[in-house]
């Protein structure tokens, strides 16, 4: 399984841009990099995926660099409400087409106001 | 949108209970999953259904089962529930095979 490096915590003032690294240095050439949000003691919920080319929603940006080992969640605009655990995730094919979202620790977000 | 819902937010039953948890999905999604997520262990997938009345087992499929007998419905059962299932239980859809899963809000169990 491709593994998801990110930092532990990181802070950001309200109203700024609010930048998330991950580091999937083993992704393998067909995986997709997804990225949730879990919002204490309620369920994840979904931002943004993408493969290889940077992606933006309404939530969202993705930055994934062109040797595909990293990406970078961007929230352009920091609200309090945003603060939760961040997951990246590179979602694996296993037993045919199957596919399995493992996540990782993620990085809290801490908006300050 | 999507919506997932679960049956209970809270739960507390004591150990050798038979334990149901349900899941349910309002946009015809093929595929239900089974989470359960702990501290320091992250989400650990348990079951998952591409099909009505169809069911895989994920990661930690030992002391639950599972049924689904209708598309918008997924349950998963303890048949004896034991404290060491005491968790945040997530159930989750998709729409097709490795597509975006949309979560409910979870149930967290207590087993006394």
């Known amino acids: 399984d491709a593994k998801t490096t990110q930092p532990t915590s990181m802070d950001c003032a309200e109203g700024r841009a609010a930048n998330l690294p991950c580091n999937h240095s083993?992704?393998?050439?067909?995986?997709?990099v997804y990225w949730y949000r879990q919002i204490h003691s309620q369920g994840p919920q979904y931002i943004i995926h993408?493969?290889?080319n940077n992606e933006t929603n309404e939530m969202a940006s993705l930055i994934i660099t062109e040797d595909r080992k990293s990406s970078t969640l961007i929230l352009p605009h920091a609200t309090l409400r945003d603060t939760a655990v961040y997951y990246c995730?590179?979602?694996?094919?296993?037993?045919?087409?199957?596919?399995?979202?493992?996540f990782g620790k993620g990085t809290l977000l801490t908006v300050n106001p | 949108d999507v919506k997932v819902t679960q049956s209970s937010r809270y739960l507390v039953k004591r150990t050798g209970e038979k334990v149901f948890l349900e899941c349910v999905q309002d946009?015809?999604?093929?595929?239900m999953f089974w989470y359960r997520q702990d501290p320091g262990l992250g989400l650990r997938l348990i079951y998952f259904?591409?099909?009505?009345?169809?069911?895989e087992k994920g990661d930690i499929p030992e002391g639950y089962s599972v049924s689904r007998e209708k598309k918008e419905r997924f349950s998963l059962i303890l048949e004896s529930a034991s404290t060491n299932q005491t968790s945040m239980y997530l159930c989750?859809?998709?729409?097709?095979?490795?597509?975006?899963?949309?979560f409910g809000p979870g149930t967290r169990l207590l087993v006394l």
């Open positions: 989750a859809s998709s729409p097709n095979r490795g597509e975006t899963q949309y």
């Open positions: 083993t992704i393998s050439g067909n995986e997709y």
């Open positions: 993408g493969l290889k």
């Open positions: 995730i590179v979602r694996v094919a296993y037993g045919g087409s199957n596919y399995k979202l493992t």
């Open positions: 946009m015809d999604h093929e595929n």
């Open positions: 259904s591409y099909d009505v009345k169809m069911k």
